[in-house]
């Protein structure tokens, strides 16, 4: 492995050549490669996370070239997790990425989510979403998860020490999801600007790195350029919390 790839990093007194080590020993899953885990998979794999986990059993679509920045014209009908691994070795080939192109069982996510070091969701679907909240806690691995619709995006950090709270403690409602929108549209930059935060928030739980957003929810309105923080409170009633 060259060193150079990774000066600007190393550099860093935060990082330093230990801190590039420990994220070369990262595993990481990311669960929905649509614009959030695009965005997400080029900055981890750009930085040198050792092993990423790719999960989607979506194929490329037209309508996903806007957004979707590890596709293109060409990918369109191939397993979203081909194109994307093709395009991710290409920018940095000491890396190792495995790729799950089928919809995992509760068993198999929980096998998986054992196994990496943090979990990020990028998924569009509010049962898949659970369903990784479920294993993540159960696992005890931290999860990262954004959402955006129209001109708004969210993100949160859940360290699933054991105490809560956790995504299903935010959203034990479908309706209050932001991500239930589906076929109202999105602006493309919007998933970019989350995919990019989620990427950050996983470097930094790697690093061993403190974070306002652990635990938090933080709210993006794009259209006005605006962002809102809000505390999260562990749900006496969560499934997840009390299992
Ligand atoms: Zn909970």
Request: aromatic share 4%; hydrophobic share 40%; charged share 25%.
């Amino acid at each position: 492995m060259t060193t150079s790839r990774y000066a600007r990093h190393e550099v860093l007194p935060e990082i330093g050549q230990e801190g590039q080590e420990r994220i070369g020993k990262g595993r990481v899953l990311i669960v929905g490669l649509g614009g959030l885990g695009c965005s997400a998979a080029q900055y981890l794999a750009g930085s040198g996370v050792g092993t990423l986990i790719l999960n989607d059993f979506d194929r490329v679509d037209e309508t996903n070239l806007s957004r979707q920045i590890l596709y293109d014209s060409r990918d369109v009908g191939e397993l979203k997790v081909d194109a994307a691994r093709k395009r991710l070795n290409l920018m940095n080939p000491d890396i190792r990425i495995s790729c799950l192109s089928e919809r995992l069982s509760p068993a198999t996510l929980l096998s998986h989510i054992e196994a990496v070091s943090i979990v990020l969701d990028g998924t569009d679907n509010f049962a898949t979403r659970l369903a990784v909240n479920h294993a993540a806690v159960k696992a005890r691995v931290p999860l990262v998860t954004g959402a955006a619709v129209r001109f708004e995006g969210q993100l949160s950090v859940f360290l699933n020490t054991g105490t809560g709270p956790c995504y299903r403690c935010l959203y034990c409602d479908e309706d209050e999801w932001l991500g239930n929108c589906q076929g109202t549209g999105v602006v493309a930059p919007v998933p970019g600007v989350i995919g990019t935060l989620m990427a950050m928030e996983a470097l930094k739980l790697l690093l061993g790195l403190d974070s306002a957003l652990h635990n938090r929810l933080h709210l993006w309105d794009g259209k006005r350029g605006e962002w809102r923080d809000v505390a999260l409170k562990t749900d006496p009633e969560c499934l997840d919390c009390q299992a």
